[in-house]
Nanobody, 129 residues
Framework: QVQLQESGGGSVQAGGSLRLSCAAS????????MGWFRQAPGKEREGVARIYTGTGTTFYADSVKGRFTITRDNTRTTVYLQMSNLKPEDTAMYYC??????????????????????WGQGTQVTVSS
């Protein structure tokens, strides 16, 4: 009964900030990696950020570097996406993802949807100009 619950989405003006949260529950093993993806209407789902839950090492898409920050809490099962200087092109449904915690996640697959087993239902972020 694994569940990833996202929260924190909303509507903001360009230049504003939001913080998304993702809490995982019902896990058998602590995920090695958790990440954030986003999908805009008519677009493919793309990787935004990933964090190694044990070490805190992070990876970001070029489009959000310097503006977004992914962090995790001490439980290693809750992650956040701190979003600043938001742009209209950031408008999308944002999804949290987690792996099974069985084998370490690889650098090459950080933005690969297939690297993750569990997904949240998404939280909408809308940025107006």
């Amino acid at each position: 009964q694994v569940q990833l619950q996202e929260s924190g989405g909303g509507s903001v003006q360009a230049g504003g900030s939001l913080r998304l949260s993702c809490a995982a529950s019902g896990l058998t093993y602590t995920p090695y990696c958790m990440g954030w993806f986003r999908q805009a209407p008519g677009k493919e789902r793309e990787g935004v950020a990933r964090i190694y839950t044990g070490t805190g090492t992070t990876f970001y898409a070029d489009s959000v570097k310097g503006r977004f920050t992914i962090t995790r809490d001490n439980t290693r099962t809750t992650v956040y996406l701190q979003m600043s200087n938001l742009k209209p092109e950031d408008t999308a449904m944002y999804y949290c993802a987690a792996d099974e915690g069985i084998s370490p996640c690889s650098l090459a697959s950080w933005a690969d949807r297939n690297a993750y087993t569990y997904w949240g239902q998404g939280t909408q972020v809308t940025v107006s100009s």
